[in-house]
């Protein structure tokens, strides 16, 4: 297309316009923070070569545009899987081949764009459980349950008709709802905040009763990663598993700093070195901890900016 400058800065703030609403479809569809920019890329390139002029509904477009890099990406991703992990004890590999990348902030730090991204409240803990979907399941999922998209424009993405799309986000919903490990978090984070301090307070105080008091009974804690262990997770399951862990929670609970993650009360445990040690995810449900998401690998943590807990 030959375009004046003025027309090529309008196309750019049409997209821009949409971008925080597309890299929400793309975070949630990839649980990856870099991936999602990736497939804005790569929707950006699409967009910048097609005549978008007869498009009625631009937003929808893109949409649909990033929603298929994302079902390309969620494939290629399947393809490379040799076999699905599944949970296990302490000592093997299982649960989820990965914990997503998690939204982090400080508390009482604003950022808009992030509110746009959690404008639904997908804690980290559903977007756990998301990656037992399949690609197809999860664009169904994510277009219809979080985005309202309706099955009839979701259809074509995945080559199904409306009522197998239907059918595919029913299936979905069943999975992460059935699998009991995604529980909605308080809507009150003031209430989080006290039940994952009193985390911390009775681990550092070796309180097994006081740990197995803010502890759901059947808390699930996931773990992904650790010193030579990359891309290795843990699942524990119940409160006297998880309660169990004392040990290792007393020791980094000094460490701890407060933190938002996707919008839930959580923490970023930095040692006296300024060296990351952990992200840690808390789903807290009528005032106990339903579930716990650990990201402890290293290379992981490196690549998260955590500026902001340091010092």
Sequence with gaps: MNETVDERSGRTALFEEHRPHLRAVAYRMLGSIS????ALQDAWLRYDRTDTGAVGNLGGWLTTVVSRVCLNQLR???ARREEPLQPTGPDGAGGPERIPDPLLRREGMVDPEQEVMLADSVGL?????????SPAERVAFVLHDLFAVPFEEIAPLIEKTAAATRQLA????????????????DPDLGRQRRAVDAF???ARNGDLDALLAVLDPDVVLRSDGGVGQARHTVV???AATV?????LWGKLSPFARPALVNGTAGAVVIGDNGRALSIMAFTVVDGAIAAIDVIVDPERLASFDLSAFRG
């Design 243 to 247: 309660a169990g862990q004392a040990v």
């Design 170 to 185: 029913s299936r979905a919903r069943r999975k992460v709802q059935g699998q009991g490990q995604a529980p909605a978090p």
């Design 200 to 202: 911390f307070a009775a």
């Design 35 to 38: 991936e999602a920019e990736d």
């Design 125 to 133: 803990a559903l977007m756990v459980v998301m990656e037992s979907l």
């Design 76 to 78: 290629d991703r399947a």
């Design 236 to 238: 524990l399951n119940g």
